[in-house]
């Protein structure tokens, strides 16, 4: 052969001559002749092999010129011929590489045939892959057709025939056919014609669809082998980006790549070329769109997850990126190092460096939990929550990341607060502390460890020498030193030096012992020169002693052995004996360390109880701080919130249950979210209980319910209702065994507390909402244990009893039948009217609550409860009659009372007040309890029996009559609009009547207790008792409550009451009375508004409270009228007490959803609050102010009221309202519009300026309107400030020189003339105090040629009088305010 094939750069240079020896195409084949062509080269590969390429190359080039042109058949014949080329080659070329015999020539043929054929499949791929993509997106589903289902069912052969062509040239390129080539150097136009080929199809959107895996995955092979056998690593790391930033859903796809051609091919360094590409990207290329900075970051994300361990050593060419402003590059980035924590760089096994990578990442992490972005914030606070769910963060940082985390709560963005919730809920569930116990009851452990510590510092201090280091260390240090001494010592001395001797000889000790200690001492200050000598001398003076036997033959050595033995002891007797008296050497090691290692654990225990106690109060902080988040809007956070309680829950975290009851009223949310997350929270924490038998299971249950009602209020223990109605309602196997516990409990037969029998009690009652039988037949149970002989023992009980049994009512069920009761005779309510009545004479303070739910049940179950409770009344009253007769003991809070009753003989006789305010309470709860059965259960019990009735006569009616009849009534009826309204209004007058002449008739019980009611509520000072008078007051208001007549009689000494009494609760109770009065007689109490107001500025803050919330609830049910009182509201936004301040602010969140009803107030709050009588601060002024301004969001309401605000100025009496005017005007949101509107009035306000109070904060209107205005209002704007500045600074001057007055007099005219409205009356002109009649001062007409129209807006037209005060709303009674013009206070 003496051609080569030369890929080339396009198809088309296959037909051009080329250089010498190159193979060109000859024939270019007609698409008609094509499948004869194809047959032949099917003729040839099957005889030749595939070598018949090498003859048959032009038929395959002729395909994909005429591609578009040519059939499917011939295509798909095609693409077939070529893989079978390609695997024959495969197939065959292995023996030949082997093969010694394997000429020149014939590794030319296989080369050609490789590349010629590798070459067609390629293209031809590539080509077939463009065709299907563009045929996807032509044919949109739903077109059908034979064209359309030829082109379909193409497609999907070339989708299964993928996998097909990749598999072939993986067989071929795994082969070491690079030998086939002239110095194994693989031609790069060769691997470019395959990796274009991979990367083609890697373009197509379909690839990283699960559908696809198979393709994708011989793609990265194949790619693989490229990279690692073919030289492709810097092409591949450079494709790697171009794809990211062309494609975005290829970021998965690529980190797989990356990682199996790192790992299973061991290109390593692949990762290490891609990264440097990504770390290379400038950030503000990253920020544009477009740039593929989502593809990037999800790559690094993924890539993160992959391999971790191999991205550690090129983290450093990414860390850019954090300080990039491309958001999402940081995520990644931090997403990097966060799974490099938890799988590289986590547990003890870490070496130094490891450890300074680790604390290097955790400090980057930490420095974006405050990132600028929300977004990075988030992701990062999961990349910590992932971290400490894999246990990998060390102790030491728990502290200050619990900081961080909740002081993420605050964030402004809702993600980021949900994510430091989750954070905090993993702390907890993987603490390595204990949470159980709270900050307070680890205290007083670390007070006492902190102390014995201390101690044991002390003490290891008293013990430890002053040198620490060994005597033998010391004399290996000195020793070179002293042998230097020693030698110039033995040298012969002169006369002088012997003289220096004998003078320090006298100085010398007397015995051996002494100068041992003496010596030894010498050598441990560094004196050597005196230890020698003393050595020296001492043999001389102590020859016989055997510490300096050494030295009876004087040489260096001698000499320093035994100054070496005196300084460091020996082992022998009389040595142990020396070193008593030598100086104290260092303690022995085993002391030492045995010390040391005490006070290591007793550090250690001191600051693991310190980080607890941290941690304990961080948990704290957080619990109280998400507990106040179940109340958010946010349905999200609130489920993250209402999860959190759970985990604390279910670790049993000190204070955990606060957060549990809190979430308890979420049952009743509207939001099904809501509710959902709250009932399956319950239905986890107490409804699923662990035990190994039903009976354990059973007791789990019933402790932690329990748990929760004991000291529970009474609004949490009707929460609670609904999901123990729930789990009582369904079909669980628990159901009858915990029925079973709750009795045992109740009845006693398990020994238990009082306040567990009172939960069992009630959780018996909860069940009888879902089946009543549970408590109907044990009625005689509960009446035997709870309201039996015993009942006086315990009210509490005997009061949940009877709340548990009013759960059978039909009050509590809806029933459509006949209504359930009991008749009057039932021992039930023997039980009950015996322990009411001798309660009455008992100072009981749990009675009252026992005697209103058993009233309630007596008109709840009974038959004829109103004669039961006459009766009831009577023994009550008679026995109180017989306690005063027999002269019972006083008690020390009792007061005098008249002998009121009729029966009394003495009337000095003394009666317990107590008892008495019993017997009060006991009349009150029975009238309105009477009320309330008349209008509903009577009411009801009407009503159903006449729709019985009606039902009855229309079966016995014929169907012709009937029909007849109910035509001529319904369109009679319909006429008059009197459908279905006569009956009931018959029904509905019938009680009325009842109410107002028979139940306080004279020979109605409830009428005799009347007049004692009205004389100790007169009568404060003749009964001073607080309890009697609390019970008088209450049970007056509801006799009130029965009959108009008696309300309109006494409504005045109920005011009285609320006005005068120095009792907070009597006042607070007559706000209650007052506002149920307001809603059944509005037109009685409507003359008393004020009264009502004027308790929002009580002295006692529950007064307050009730007030507000009371007002509340009349004014936004539209029982009250709203006017200007509701300034007194607006005072309360500043209240002292938070929980009032809040319900204010409550108070006007609900009203701003009415229509105009706060845009409508503001103008005569404004003015009440300005008022100088009430004496408001400036700053109280303006807080009020800016959050009622905060509901104006309505352009044209601010132009209104800039109009309102203006013209206020005229009326004004004083420079405080000037300046409260001005104030408002500023706290508006102005706009264009406002502006023309103040700059319209300037007359109103002009001659105001000279006060700062005025001037500072119209300047500041103008500094408003300037921020991001366009060109033509800054020019405004800028037009206004110049005015303002220049009428101001004209008045000071004005101040400064009286001399111009008469020019200031003529010149300022114009400020004092105002247009007149036609609609105001605001425009006359101030009085003086000189006496000038009003003609005076009235201010002149302007004479403008064009008057223009006033601006009225249809919520003006609508309520308009609302916000100007009418004749009637005017004070009777006012003080005189004198007004003087400022002039006027000039001259004077």
């Not at 989708?159 to 993986?170: C, G, K, N, Y």
């Not at 010390?595 to 948990?619: H, P, R």
């Not at 507000?1108 to 509201?1129: A, I, P, R």
């Not at 009203?1151 to 706060?1158: G, P, Q, R, S, Y």
Request: proline residues 4%.
């Amino acid at each position: 052969m003496s051609w080569d094939f030369v890929l080339p750069v396009s198809l088309g240079d296959l037909v051009k001559t080329g250089g010498i020896n190159q193979y060109v195409v000859q024939d270019v084949v007609s698409p008609k002749q094509l499948p004869s062509h194809l047959n032949s080269l099917k003729a040839a590969l099957r005889s030749q092999g595939p070598l018949c390429i090498l003859e048959h190359f032009d038929t395959g080039y002729s395909v994909l010129q005429h591609f578009n042109n040519v059939d499917l058949s011939v295509k798909e014949d095609t693409l077939e011929l070529l893989v079978q080329v390609v695997s024959g080659l495969s197939v065959s070329l292995p023996s030949l590489l082997l093969s010694s015999s394997f000429s020149a020539a014939d590794r030319k043929q296989q080369l050609n045939a490789v590349k010629m054929s590798v070459f067609l499949l390629c293209k031809l791929t590539e080509i077939l892959e463009s065709d299907s993509y563009r045929q996807s997106i032509v044919m949109g589903p739903g077109k059908t057709g034979k064209k359309g289902k030829a082109s379909g069912d193409g497609l999907q052969q070339w989708d299964s025939e993928r996998e097909t062509v990749l598999q072939a040239l993986v067989q071929l390129l795994q082969l070491d056919i690079r030998s086939l080539w002239s110095l194994s150097l693989v031609e790069e136009e060769f691997i470019s014609c395959v990796t274009c080929c991979c990367y083609k199809l890697l373009e197509n959107p379909a690839i990283s669809h699960v559908k696809s895996k198979p393709t994708r995955d011989a793609i990265i092979h194949l790619l693989g082998l490229l990279i690692k056998k073919y030289g492709h690593l810097l092409g591949a790391s450079v494709k790697v980006i171009q794809l990211l930033q062309h494609f975005e859903q290829l970021s998965s796809v690529c980190a797989q790549a990356v990682f199996v051609w790192s790992t299973e091919y061991g290109v390593r360094s692949i990762i290490g070329e891609v990264l440097r590409e990504i770390g290379q990207k400038p950030s503000e290329e990253l920020v544009r769109e477009g740039s593929g900075v989502k593809a990037f970051s999800s790559f690094l994300s993924e890539l993160g997850a992959l391999v971790p361990e191999l991205i550690i050593p090129n983290i450093s060419v990414l860390i850019t990126h954090l300080e990039g402003e491309s958001p999402s590059m940081r995520v990644a980035v931090c997403e990097v190092l966060g799974e490099a924590l938890v799988r590289v760089l986590c547990g003890d096994g870490l070496d130094e460096a490891g450890k300074a990578d680790r604390d290097r990442f955790f400090d980057t992490l930490q420095e974006h939990m405050h990132d600028t972005h929300s977004h990075v914030r988030t992701r990062v606070i999961q990349v910590y929550t992932r971290i400490i769910n894999s246990k990998a963060l060390p102790l030491c940082r728990y502290s200050e990341l619990m900081g961080l985390a909740v002081g993420r709560l605050m964030d402004k963005s809702i993600n980021v607060v949900k994510s430091a919730i989750q954070l905090l809920a993993a702390f907890i569930a993987h603490n390595p502390y204990s949470c159980k116990l709270s900050s307070a009851d680890l205290k007083k452990p670390l007070e006492k460890e902190t102390v014995k510590l201390l101690e044991m510092t002390e003490k290891l201090k008293g013990k430890t020498p002053v040198a620490m280091i060994r005597a033998s260390e010391l004399w290996t240090a000195m020793e070179p030193e002293l042998q230097v001494i020693v030698r110039a010592e033995l040298e012969p001395t002169s006369e002088g030096e012997k003289e220096e001797h004998a003078e320090e000889e006298e100085d010398e000790a007397k015995d051996d012992r002494a100068t041992a200690v003496q010596i030894a001492q010498y050598l441990r200050v560094n004196k050597y020169r005196n230890a020698v000598r003393l050595c020296i001398k001492a043999h001389n003076r102590f020859p016989e002693s055997e510490m300096f036997s050494l030295l009876s033959t004087l040489t260096p050595e001698t000499l320093m052995d035994t100054l070496a033995q005196l300084f460091k002891g020996t082992d022998d007797e009389d040595t142990s004996e020396l070193s008593e008296n030598l100086p104290q050497t260092p303690q022995k090691e085993g002391e030492k360390e045995c010390g040391d290692s005490e006070l290591k654990k007793q550090e250690m225990l001191v600051q693991y109880l310190k980080d607890t106690e941290s941690f304990a109060l961080q948990v704290e902080r957080s619990i109280a701080v998400i507990n106040t988040m179940l109340y958010w809007k946010t349905t999200t956070v609130v489920q993250e919130a209402v999860q959190f309680c759970v985990t604390v829950c279910e670790f049993k975290v000190a204070n955990s249950l606060s957060g549990v009851r809190r979430m308890l009223p979420l049952v009743w949310s509207t939001d099904a979210a809501i509710k959902d997350a709250v009932v399956q929270a319950y239905r986890r924490l107490y409804l699923n209980p662990q035990g190994d038998t039903t009976r354990a299971k059973a007791q789990t249950l019933v402790d932690s319910l329990s748990e929760l009602i004991v000291d529970a209020s009474l609004g949490t223990i009707q929460c609670l209702e609904e999901i123990v109605q729930e789990f009582f309602g369904s079909s669980s196997s628990l159901q009858s065994t915990v029925v079973q516990v709750l009795w045992e409990r109740f009845t006693g037969k398990r020994e238990t507390s009082g306040l567990y029998r009172r939960a069992a009690v009630l959780l018996l009652g909860m069940a009888a909402r879902a089946e009543r039988e549970v408590v109907l037949s044990n009625l005689d149970t509960l009446c035997l244990v709870a309201l039996g002989e015993k009942v006086a023992e315990d009210f509490l009980l005997a009061r949940d009893t009877v709340i548990t049994i009013s759960n059978i009512t039909d009050h509590m069920r809806q029933s459509k039948g006949a209504p359930f009761r009991l008749s009057k005779e039932h021992q039930l309510f023997t039980y009950i009217t015996q322990a009411i009545a001798e309660g009455v004479v008992k100072e009981d303070p749990h009675w009252q609550s026992f005697m209103e739910q058993a009233v309630r049940l007596l008109y709840f179950l009974a038959e004829s409860p109103d004669q039961l409770c006459a009766s009831l009344l009577k023994r009550s009253a008679h026995l109180l009659l017989d306690q005063i007769i027999e002269g019972g003991e006083v008690s020390k809070d009792t007061g005098q009372s008249e002998g009121s009753s009729q029966d009394s003989d003495d009337q000095n006789q003394q009666v317990n007040c107590v008892c008495l305010a019993q017997l009060l309470a006991l009349c009150g709860c029975v009238a309105f309890w009477q009320l309330s059965h008349l209008e509903r259960s009577v009411s009801t019990e009407l009503r159903r029996r006449r729709g019985e009735t009606e039902e009855r006569e229309e079966k016995e009616k014929g169907p012709s009559n009937k029909a007849k009849q109910v035509a001529s009534e319904s369109a009679m009826e319909e006429e008059l609009g009197l459908v279905g309204a006569s009956a009931e209004d018959t029904e509905a007058e019938l009680i009325r009547k009842i109410c107002e002449t028979e139940l306080l008739a004279g020979e109605n019980l409830l009428s005799a207790f009347l007049p004692l009611l009205v004389k100790v509520c007169s009568s404060p000072g003749r009964y001073p008792h607080p309890q009697l008078t609390t019970a008088a007051c209450l049970a007056l208001s509801q006799y009130m409550m029965l009959s108009p007549s008696v309300c309109e009689e006494h409504i005045r000494l109920l005011f009285t009451v609320l006005e005068r009494s120095p009792l907070p609760v009597v006042r607070a109770n007559a706000i209650i009375a007052l506002g149920d009065l307001t809603v059944r007689f509005p037109n009685i109490l409507e003359p008393w508004t004020q009264n009502l107001y004027a308790r929002l500025s009580d002295d006692v803050p529950s007064v307050r409270q009730t007030a507000v919330t009371v007002l509340t609830q009349l004014v936004l049910k539209d029982v009250l009228k709203v006017k200007g009182q509701v300034s007194e509201v607006a005072m309360l936004l500043i209240d002292p007490q938070p929980h009032i301040a809040s319900l204010a602010l409550n108070f006007f969140n609900e009203l701003a959803t009415k229509d105009n009803a706060i845009y409508n107030l503001l103008p005569d709050i404004i003015s009440r609050l300005s008022d100088p009588e009430r004496g408001i601060s400036p700053e109280d002024f303006n807080a009020i102010m800016r959050q009622l301004f905060s509901y104006i969001t309505k352009e044209r309401q601010t132009e209104s009221l800039v109009e309102k605000l203006c013209q206020r100025f005229r009326t004004a009496k004083t420079e405080r309202q000037w300046c409260d005017l001005a104030v408002s005007l500023s706290l508006l949101s102005m706009c264009e519009r406002g502006l023309k509107r103040l700059q319209e009035c300037w007359e109103c306000y002009s001659d105001k300026l000279t006060e700062p109070g005025v001037y500072q904060p119209l300047l500041a209107i103008t500094a408003k309107l300037r921020r991001g205005a366009k060109p033509q209002l800054k020019t405004q704007v800028d037009e206004f400030e110049k005015r303002l500045t220049a009428v101001h600074t004209r008045g000071l001057e004005n101040v400064e020189s009286p001399e111009m007055g008469g020019e200031n007099q003529t010149g300022g005219g114009s400020g004092e003339k105002t247009a007149t409205r036609g609609r105001s009356k605001r425009g006359q002109a101030k009085p003086s105090v000189s006496g000038c009649s009003d003609e005076d001062l009235v201010t002149p007409k302007t004479n403008r040629k064009s008057k223009k129209p006033a601006i009225v807006f249809s919520s003006d037209e609508e309520h308009e009088e609302d916000a100007v005060m009418a004749e009637s709303e005017t004070p009777k009674v006012t003080t005189p305010i004198a007004r003087t013009t400022r002039r006027t206070r000039l001259r004077h």
